[in-house]
């Protein structure tokens, strides 16, 4: 067996012997080809990234300004004038739909009680972890910002982000926003919010929940939980996968000038309304609303010109008892610290108006007043975009008869049919026909008409009753003193 692998070996081809100087030209080819690659690589990556930055300039000059905003500061002291948990949920509710209403873009819950008087009347109040007073949060303030947030919150996002609270106990009570980016599944829109899953994607890449059967791939990688809005794009062919790109959460109502919703914050006291703005350059216009303004019918219309505006609201006891419980503020007059000191509703009826109704007819009333500089374009999404119809409609009285009614109605004819083969044997005679059939009663209307004519209403009523002349009625009368007072049989 040795000698076969020897002759094997014997006969193997031998390549022709190199010498060292050719070996060491074709390694340094070799390194010049593969530095060449390399820096045309380089080249490449420069050029891309160039391309890459020119387009994102033009883009950046192509892009459309922010529309301008309205923000509402509401006290959070409110929710303690409820009498029930029910009630405080509900009051919550209605300031939402309000903001939704009118397309507030930021909804500020403030404490106008300040720490000092939340300690001296022993009412709730929290502290952060190193027990600093500065940093309290009332719970009233707490809860009515985690509302506002659990209501802007499309239904397929909430359970990631709310779980089970007190606070959120009759939340399931609560109108629904149904704003547009509440999207069903069916919907088309090309932006969507959503979350992201804790699911493996290729590098770079994520996959987020926007309310699709399935998830969405992302072109980026972020921690698993934070809320996104994504940019749908078109259906590829060649791939299954549903694509999106991550989009600011202003891109949507940019691009189309479609209503998204409002974000919350919370400020600890009057003053942080203004100081802690989240816009370049703070609120450029500041409405302030009070029994003792000015009448808003006395205000010019399109008056108000305005970029980020902002309208306070009082609680209780007005604005006034929020200036003085906030000790950073050393006017001794609310309308100094306002541009604008409105009345929004003169000659009114009541001594005082709930702020949840204020803020109705406040946003109401300055509607024909307010002159934004960057308006909202005006796009027909209606066939994108759920309708009143998904939600709920004045219908005809035949529409919303129930499935089920309907279905009893069928089967009825049915089962008496049924029961008519079933009690008739097949070879019984058929039996004689009825001279005197007995008359069926009419159906009772489904739909009575309101506006029957009174005379047949009145010969209807009066055909229950026995009409008795009034001689008759006195002769009667003393018939029956002479007789039995309990015979009663005239009624039989």
């Known amino acids: 067996m040795s000698a076969i692998i020897a002759d094997n070996r014997n006969t193997k081809p031998t390549e022709p012997h190199k010498s060292w100087k050719k070996i060491n030209e074709e390694r340094k080819a070799l390194k010049r080809q593969r530095k060449q690659d390399k820096a045309l690589k380089d080249l490449q990556k420069a050029q891309d990234a160039e391309a890459t930055a020119k387009d994102a300039s033009d883009a950046a000059k192509n892009v459309k300004p922010n529309p301008s905003t309205v923000s509402i500061a509401v006290p959070g002291s ?44 022993k009412r709730s109040y929290e502290q952060d972890a190193d027990g600093n007073g500065t940093a309290t949060v009332r719970s009233s303030s707490l809860q009515l910002a985690r509302i506002l947030q659990y209501l802007e919150c499309p239904q397929y996002l909430r359970k990631y982000f709310f779980p089970l609270h007190k606070d959120l106990k009759y939340s399931g009570l609560l109108n629904p926003l ?72 202003d891109e949507p109502r940019r691009e189309t000038g479609v209503y998204w919703g409002y974000q919350v914050r919370i400020a600890h006291s009057l003053s942080e309304i203004f100081t802690k703005s989240p816009y370049e350059g703070g609120y450029d216009v500041t409405v302030g609303t009070s029994d003792r303004g000015t009448s808003v019918h006395d205000v010019p219309s399109k008056s108000y010109q305005y970029n980020h505006m902002i309208i306070v ?53 300055l509607q024909e007043k307010l002159q934004p500089q960057n308006a909202d374009i005006e796009s027909d999404l209606s066939d994108l975009l759920p309708r009143s119809e998904d939600t709920g409609v004045t219908m005809k009285r035949d529409v919303l008869v129930s499935k089920k009614k309907k279905r009893k109605h069928e089967e009825m004819p049915e089962k008496h049919d049924m029961t008519a083969s079933d009690s008739e044997p097949t070879s019984a005679p058929a039996p004689a026909t009825n001279l005197n059939p007995i008359p069926t009663p009419k159906p009772a209307p489904t739909h009575p008409n309101p506006f029957n004519d009174r005379a047949a209403q009145v010969a209807a009523t009066e055909a229950d009753f026995e009409v008795v002349p009034a001689t008759l009625a006195v002769a009667s009368l003393t018939n029956a003193g002479n007789g039995n007072e309990d015979d009663l049989s005239r009624f039989d």
Do not use: W
């Not at 029930?84 to 909804?107: H, M, P």
């Not at 996959?207 to 992302?218: E, H, P, R, S, T």
């Open 178 to 249: 149904d704003t547009p980016h509440h999207l069903r599944q069916q919907s088309k829109f090309r932006y969507r919010e959503g979350v992201v899953c804790d699911k493996q994607a290729k590098d770079g890449h994520s996959y987020a929940n926007v309310g699709l059967l399935n998830d969405v791939l992302i072109d980026k990688a972020l921690e698993p939980g934070v809320r996104v809005t994504v940019k749908m794009e078109p259906p590829s062919e060649t791939s299954r996968k549903q694509r999106g790109t991550l989009v600011s959460p």
């Open 78 to 121: 409110i929710l303690e004038n409820a009498q029930s948990a029910e009630l405080r949920a509900y009051v919550a509710g209605q300031i939402a739909r309000a903001a939704c209403i009118f397309r507030v873009n930021e909804v500020i819950v403030f404490d106008d009680v300040g720490v000092a008087t939340a300690r001296e009347t």
């Open 313 to 365: 609201f009082g609680g209780l006891q007005g604005l006034e008892e929020a200036l003085a419980n906030d000790e950073k503020l050393t006017v001794d007059e609310p309308e100094m610290l306002f541009d604008h000191y409105v009345n929004v509703l003169p000659k009114q009826g009541s001594r005082t108006i709930r702020t949840e109704e204020a803020l109705l007819i406040a946003l109401a009333a």
